[in-house]
């Protein structure tokens, strides 16, 4: 049995200036995207691409500052809506204080692509196309931003035997019984798994849309599992079925990944250079 070792948040402290753990973890995923986005320039069918439609540097930028602002948009507006609605209508200035925490994974998914398709629409490229193109960059931000939770000892797991040798005591939760480290099972699963996985299928050559399928359906799925290891929220607790609002949330991710697959895997093949419409 461990105990989770208390690290402060602050990682630097230059006068009034404080630079948090949990920024840098933001950073960090934001390097990440820009490194792999490089890369996936050179993956079909983005490698092969010319005329207009080409996909440069210029691409990854603009993509990796709408999808930041897509991040924080819809992460704290999902929030608000999923998770607390009859607070905020309430209190609807504290709609900004982000400060305060409260990000959601299924609000921010949603704020991306409305950049996805912001994007697209203002350079004339099929959205789906785009969505392959970002999925497979995503997942290592996703385990950065599970470390940043760590690190803030938040987050914690549902109580484990303690016989499990990996069992952590988180003190700041109010009890002293052995906990899941959930926060790693999430960083290993929708990071690390997810990563690999995506990566190696989006290597080769797919049908437009299944690659951004492939990542609704895995990070659904692996999110789903973890989310029987992860304390739900106090003020949700868990709901129908015995889910927390996680699940409930992933559910029609996979669903839609899944229709999205085999809506992909009938459509015709078409040259590279001619933009597809999208549903």
Not at 112 to 117: E, K
Not at 126 to 136: N, R, Y
Request: aromatic letters at 14%; proline letters at 7%; a positive charge.
């Amino acid at each position: 049995m461990l105990t989770y070792p208390h690290i402060d948040p602050v990682a630097l402290q230059i006068g009034p200036l404080a630079v948090h753990w949990y920024g840098l973890t933001y950073l960090a995923a934001f390097g990440l995207f820009m490194l792999l986005g490089m890369r996936r320039l050179r993956h079909e069918p983005f490698a092969s691409i010319t005329g207009p439609g080409a996909w440069s540097r210029r691409d990854v930028e603009d993509i990796l500052f709408l999808g930041v602002v897509g991040v924080v948009a819809g992460g704290r507006l999902g929030y608000c809506l999923f998770y607390k609605p009859g607070y905020y209508l309430t209190h609807p200035l504290e709609i900004f204080a982000v400060w305060q925490g409260g990000m959601s994974f299924h609000g921010g998914l949603l704020g991306v692509i409305a950049a996805m398709l912001w994007f697209a629409h203002s350079r004339k490229r099929p959205w789906l196309q785009v969505a392959d193109f970002v999925a497979p960059c995503v997942p290592t931000g996703l385990a950065a931003g599970r470390v940043g939770n760590f690190i803030n000892g938040e987050l914690w797991g549902r109580f484990a035997s303690p016989d499990l040798p990996w069992g952590m005591v988180f003190a700041h939760s109010g009890s002293m019984q052995p906990r899941h480290p959930s926060q790693v099972y999430q960083f290993l699963l929708e990071g690390l798994l997810l990563f690999v996985l995506l990566w190696l299928y989006a290597r080769r050559e797919r049908r437009q849309g299944q690659v951004a399928a492939a990542f609704l359906v895995g990070y659904g799925v692996f999110r789903f599992i973890a989310e029987y290891f992860r304390e739900p929220d106090a003020f949700l607790g868990l709901l129908s079925l015995g889910m927390s609002m996680g699940q409930w949330l992933c559910l029609p991710m996979i669903v839609a990944g899944v229709g999205l697959w085999v809506w992909a895997q009938r459509q015709p093949v078409t040259p590279r250079n001619v933009p597809r419409k999208s549903p």
